[in-house]
């Protein structure tokens, strides 16, 4: 229940104060700052500063002729207020500080330097809170100190009403003070009752600590909050002089060693304002921010901190927006780490926050008998940004936690395949860098070494590793260990989008090789999702800021024309706006026609003045729409784009071109970083092809696309987008499926911008057009764990040979099926899938002499043998009831029947489906996880898919493929549903489809006249 439903409840409060314990108890587990890197040789990339921070001073002194609404002084005059510290122009969200997450209320509730409450930050609002716009971090102690002067009540020292100070990993907090995801938040009531909470809704809002001390002159409390993020998990607090110290509950093994700031007031009454700030100079400062995290829209961060214990997945991917503070978030899949084809390391084999190793990923490879090998990609790749031509990947690494001499190592691969292993040595890696525990290092590209003995540095626990690439023919990359840079001339072209994986090698069972503060400057991959026209004036019913009602499903959003003088970005997270330019830069008034506007520069001038304090909020610079439609020609956009950068420095640039533009053979200027184009309700297929055209047009490589799905199906409301004029709200859920399934296939693809939200009446309109959005959306901010696309495999019956290929047709790994291998003989059937429950796919056969399955964990020996079914039936596999684990099951032509084993051993389905003739195939049709029975009949090149085992109906149906091909399924574009395809033996070729007959993409398998096709799950 919240703190304040029942009428006169307050925060309870103790006089139990627990003593001051000493520093020098505050065992902490603070890595070591990186150290001071060495100069780069001229032509090699230089590192990013990925790892930038410093103190961090508001006074809130601001003249109260510049606090006037509707900014109310919020992020005014940062420049001059925040000079007591390294660290400036940090920015505040406005958020509602409530428990249900309510929209923030109108910008004159929160204000400095008003005339009554001058050089002060005052709440003017009963319930209501901001986020300071970088992340506290730990200094080299292990320590955070967050310190101000707080007044609950002005001119009140008996209410019980409260201000706050909250931290919280997410940057998506309300900012409630007992919210779940508030790690650790103080209250400090009008009448000196203190109380600390951590994620108080889950235990009924009780404090883990109170105590009590006399309100200071005038009702006002000096505050300090002092975290120690180590062993000891104390918070030390100093309130009006007096010292506490608090042990953090048992549920906490580590405070987070970064989190978002959060100040707020609890007034229900709104009889005085909540003040923060002494108005003489002392308003709020910090021990040290992150200033990378938020430094732009780009860098990509994880802390590692704070997973629960017992999460899914050992924590690997458990609370991906909340460990990871920066606008982007992404997941990990749990990898071999060892060469040969693709298999599941052993059970736990990554841990995040886990006993032992709290706030770090760790990882463990088991022992050398089990090949004491392991891995996680992390599934965005590495990705240049369009400035430097550059990215860089960087982490702390232990090979072996507690040594400083073992030759076992840590790995750290940047690898051109979505579905690398991470072997150090493998084919697939670009750049393999082994960092043995001793100190001596070693780099390989494709299983060749690049130096030819091992490079060294001085031995010690923990390595600050980074690598800086300079993608594509430039063939130049540094490495840079503990400040040592060691400059690298790559024999073959790097990856421009470098998949990362981090690995470990250890030779004796209990080894435990551990990664923090893993830092990227940009991924690629979808990062951003949000709508274009938030805030239109010129369209009701735009005419509203319409962020607060989609901002719990986005992360980047467009603002047309707007007046940043209003206030609005206020409400923007950090970096997550996108803002219009395009009436400033052009007269794009008319269609088809338009002008230069004399007076651009200073247009932009007073715009970048409006703007103030708000920079950090900005993500993009949207510089014009359809600029052909408006006579806008290539010299006026450079032009314009010069102007742009004068005045926005290092702010990215984007326009959307006319679909028209995508047959002309003009570039898009090389200096916009973002390009989209418009054309709607088109299709799959004739989408995915004018992405092919998008990207023939940019003029660098290191330029991304975005895509714009539609959101307003006609007769909802308007405006509909042109050509979706006769669309339903199923037509236009179904679009933007395929729109998300296109971004997943291409990494160049980084932004989904809807076109435009319409508020309310898009809810009861389109519902189904909604909950997509949402659904992926939230997969977006949140980085859901989705599935891994499928790759195909090609088998010789002939020699024996397999070989497993990803989703771009790159070789994973090889393996002998015969004599000397698996065992399988020329009439046995290849299978594959995840025996023993969720992970990579691993192969089995079928011996139809025998009706014998046989089935390996390592695709080199037989784990089990199974006998079942009759003479002449079809072997089938799948996961029948959606727990995770494939078993067995055969289709009989005889009697058209399935007959599906939960145990492998007895059926648990035996529906009838189909007719003589047909081919039997399984599938998870229906996305739900389970598989469930189709056919294909050759005669039509017809597919029939059903969602039920038990009485099967088509519930999905398809033409494709050719007379005489094969049918195949699969996972295709990492949906979570499978798709249908066929391998067509004259060519060697296996083509994935959907029900559309669309041509996802093809792979040619091989050359040998006999190949057999697989498909699965190989990482």
Known sequence: MPLHRTAGRRLAASTLALGLLSAALAATTAAAPPAAAAPVPAGYPVPAALNASGSFSDSFALPSASAAGPMYGLNVGLGQRQQGGTARDIGY??????????PAPASGYVRVGQAATPNRLAFMTGLSAIMLDAPVIADESGHYTVSTVVDPMTGDTSSANWASISLARS?????YVTSNDVDLGLTVSSNGN???????????????????????????????????????????????????SAVAPADVTRWPSSAYLYLGAYDPTDASPTTFGNGAGRGLTVSRVDTTATSGPHPFVDTFDGVPGGAADNGLNGELSARQPALVSANYSLVSGAPGLPVSPPAGAAKVNGAGQPNRLALSGGSAASGGNAAVRLNKPATADLDSGTYTVSAALTPVVGSSSSADWASLVLSGSSASTGWVEGADAALGLRVRADGRLQLFQGGTALWTSERSVPAAETYRVSVAVRPGPARTATVTVNGTAFPVDSPADLPRDGYLLLGTHQSAAGQVTAVDDLRVSMLGGLDYYGYFDTWDPDNNPNSVNHLPEVQPWTNFSQFIRQDPGSGFLDYCLPQACVLDVGNLVWDNSVWGQGSPLPDTP????ALRQKIDGNLGKVGLIYMVDEPSGYAMDLAAQNTAIGQITHEFPGKGIGLTLVASELNTPEKVPAGVELVGYDEYCVGRARTAANVVKLKAKLASPDQHLFLIPETNPAGVGQPVADGCWTSTDATIAAGNLNYRAIAAADPRITYLMNFRWIGQAQYTGSPKTVAAQQSIGRAVIGATNTARPSGPAGYDPATGAFTAYGRGGEPLGTANLGAGGLGMTSGDVLLSGHWNGP???????????????FLSDDNATVARVITYGNTGDVPLVGDWDGTGRTTIGVYRPDDQHFYLSNDNATPAYSPKFGNPGDVPLVGNWSGTGRSTVAIYRPSTQEFFMSFSNTAPVPNRGAKYGNPGDL??????????TDGIGVYRPSDQTLYAGDDDAVNIFSRKLGTASGLRPLTGNWG
């Open 93 to 102: 969200t406005r958020l509602s500080g409530s428990w249900d997450g309510s």
């Open 171 to 175: 940057h998506r907090s309300s900012g």
């Open 194 to 244: 203190l109380s600390l909470f951590h994620k108080g809704m889950s235990v009924g809002e009780v404090p883990f600590w109170s105590g009590h001390v006399a309100p200071g002159p005038g009702g006002a409390f000096d505050v300090t909050v002092d975290v120690s993020t180590g062993a000891d998990r104390l918070v030390r607090l100093t309130v009006n002089g007096t010292p506490f």
């Open 602 to 605: 200073a247009r932009l001038a």
């Open 839 to 853: 992970g990579t796919d691993t192969l089995g056969y079928y011996r139809p002499s025998t009706r014998q399955f």
């Open 967 to 976: 049918p195949v399924k699969g996972d295709w574009d990492a949906s979570g």
